[in-house]
């Protein structure tokens, strides 16, 4: 008897998470994140366009587009906005220079109350870190391997 109270639990408790786990769409999700991407893109390509009209070279340009999408991004972040943004858009604000400010700066304000050193400069990067140490150790691998063949003689 206690086995099949146990399996009749288990069932009840497989059929209740069923019902309390949200559904999603995985179409309509990849259409938000390409639209949510693409705006921000749209937004970047505005700001190089406009840097460039203000007679900037192409490289300045460049400097200061990316310069006004952290600002951007972080102000929106300090004023809870690019939360919303991503819980929309998902992966489509993670992916631009736009969601790796929102990385740093996100924890940077939930922290500060625990103050300058033990908030904000031991949290800052707890969601960039990893991403700043895996993109270099990638990178130093990548470049390692890349060396290799060079010494072998398969690429020039």
């Avoid at 786990?21 to 693409?38: E, Y």
């Avoid at 972040?77 to 996100?106: D, E, H, M, Q, R």
């Avoid at 300058?116 to 870190?129: L, R, S």
Wanted: hydrophobic fraction near 45%; proline fraction near 4%.
């Amino acid at each position: 008897m206690p086995d099949l109270e146990k399996k009749k639990k288990q069932k009840e408790y497989q059929e209740y998470v069923k019902q309390v786990t949200p559904t999603h769409n995985l179409f309509l999700n990849m259409c938000k994140a390409f639209l949510t991407g693409g705006a921000i893109c749209t937004v970047g390509q505005f700001l190089l366009g406009w840097c460039r009209e203000l007679g900037m070279d192409a490289e300045t340009a460049g400097a200061w587009c990316s310069v006004l999408l952290v600002l951007l991004s972080v102000v929106l972040t300090g004023l809870n906005l690019y939360p919303k943004l991503a819980k929309f858009g998902g992966a489509g604000t993670l992916v631009p220079i736009t969601g790796f400010a929102n990385s740093v700066a996100a924890p940077a304000i939930e922290y500060k109350k625990e103050g300058q050193v033990f908030g904000i400069g031991c949290k800052i990067f707890t969601i960039a870190g990893p991403v700043i140490l895996y993109g270099i150790f990638t990178s130093w691998t990548l470049g390692l391997f890349y060396w290799v063949l060079r010494i072998l003689g398969v690429v020039n």
